[in-house]
């Protein structure tokens, strides 16, 4: 079958709108903006005094865990420290506002200017934090963080807020009275709601960008997030970045609340209950933010009620965390699989394309032309006593896609570990046409034209096919050729969650992805583990075209020798780290010295 065929037969159904696509419906996002601001109004007229303080805390609050959402639950990094952010936007914004003449200068509009360099000054804490984070994880980072908020909070305790001890209030925005004036509170609560929805939609489309999806990729997994092309330094360094910056934010806002800052607000056990709360709610699900903050705030409001001393709210807050850790999940998450669930039993999403389902192409084994694409010399590496690699010279030749092959523990992994840049400690050369890629990071690889995939999952399965398509491919991929490229493999609709995708077709989307990015030379590392026998046969199918069609040179590791033989015209094989054999498929596979390499596995060359 010819590819206009394919073409005709399997995109008729796509298009923006159809269930191939996930950009349906953009207007949801304004409408829910728009939707939250009218209830905002409604509750401003209706709450009684008291009320209103409360919510316009929750709403402060939110923008705590917006932030924190960022850092805990898209990057999946530990962050103990959100609101030594706030205190710094605080403490910058009550010093703009008390100390200088901004105020005069610019009369209601200077709120907004002090409380937006207060967040530019949490940014550049939040940067700062975010460098250990780039060696750092799990309890050493936790451990750093908490440092951090312990170190702001002692600092704050001796030299306190620049208004502390007088009697200077911060004027709030556009002349809004201050925090004993009931409309003045009315007034700021909308306020606080306008900055909260804004910023709820500037991260919103942070996540939903690139931003957003090199944040969850790192989240899952760095190796595979540089070899998408994406650097993980600035994935992790963006996350605290941004996250501080709304952190600082939040504490103007606070600021603006009671008109005047106090440290007692920033203390490290706050951040604690903040913390806790975010991997409770699931903080980077945008509406459960609202969930955590009014847990937040609800939880000692109600131990108040009921005369019980507030410490018991850390217990609280405890309890929540155990629950959250243990059970490894979150109620934002939760709640997402239960809808999903649903729509799956009601049968929503139409009839799938399948790699199986679809129409063969027929292909021929594709030959390599006369350019040498990639040239590896005296390649050698070494783990300790082991030599995983000993002077490998391999040639690979622009439009083929050449075997890699060799019994268990040849080197094999370590040979595509070693071109994609996460063996920095080899020797010998690697070059693609004339590019030394020796000492260059696995990301810069990448973008010069080498892509890899890995023998293990490292797919989120936080995104959606199509969101982790593009990441994949890169800015200048557009969605009809991501579009393209998954039908042509036969992979899941754009808007699939990768939750609900088996491995095997995730590893499937994987390729396809790295396909999509179009490299100059792509390293297939064991792509077909996980499918069926027909899945193979329709893969083997695809592959075939890939050469032609995409411009994409593939070098491919496999175990399924019956695959190898069905698209490779040229074989090397590895053994013990060496080269034991290149040329031919055929003339290697029964190459005698290649038969006994594999010994117990003979019957399946032969
Ligand atoms: N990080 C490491 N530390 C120490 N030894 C390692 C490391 N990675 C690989 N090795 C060793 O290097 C040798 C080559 O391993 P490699 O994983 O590259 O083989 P392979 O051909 O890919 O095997 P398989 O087909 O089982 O995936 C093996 O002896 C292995 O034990």
Redesign the pocket.
Known sequence: MSRVDLHTTTTSAVGPGSPRSDVNRPWAPWVIAAATLVVVLALGYTLPAYWLLISTSVLVAMMSLLGLGIVTGTAGMIALCQLSFAAIGGWVLDFLMTQTGLYDALGGMAFIVAMLVGGVAAAVLGFVVGLPALRLRGVNLAVVTLGVAAALDMTLQKVSFPDQWSNVRVARPFGIPGASDLSGNRYYFFFVAVVVVVVALGIFFLQRGRWGAGWRSVAFSERGTASSGTSVTTAKLSAFTVSAFVGGIAGGLMVGQVTTANYITFQTLNSLGLYVLAIAVGAHFIEMTLVGALLFVLIPELLKQFKVPLEWSSIAFALLGIQALTTNSNLGADIRRLIIRRKRRRGQGGAELTLSSLEPIGAPVPQAASNVLLVVEDLS?Q??A?A??SSVSVDVREGEILGLI??????????I?ALSGFLPHHTGSISIEGLALDRMAPNRIARAGLRRTF?QDRVPSTMTVGTYMSFVAGRGVDRAEVEEVATFFGCPPLATPLQLVDVGTRRLIEVAANVAAKPRLLLL??PAAGLSHEEHLAFADRLRAVPERFGVTLLI?E?DLDLVRSVCANLVV?NF?QVLAVGATEAVMSDPAVLKAYMGESEMIS
Do not use: I, R, W
């Open positions: 590496v783990f300790g082991v995983a690699l060799g019994p268990n523990g040849a080197g094999k992994s370590t040979f570990d023998q590392d064991e590791v175990h590895l780290g």
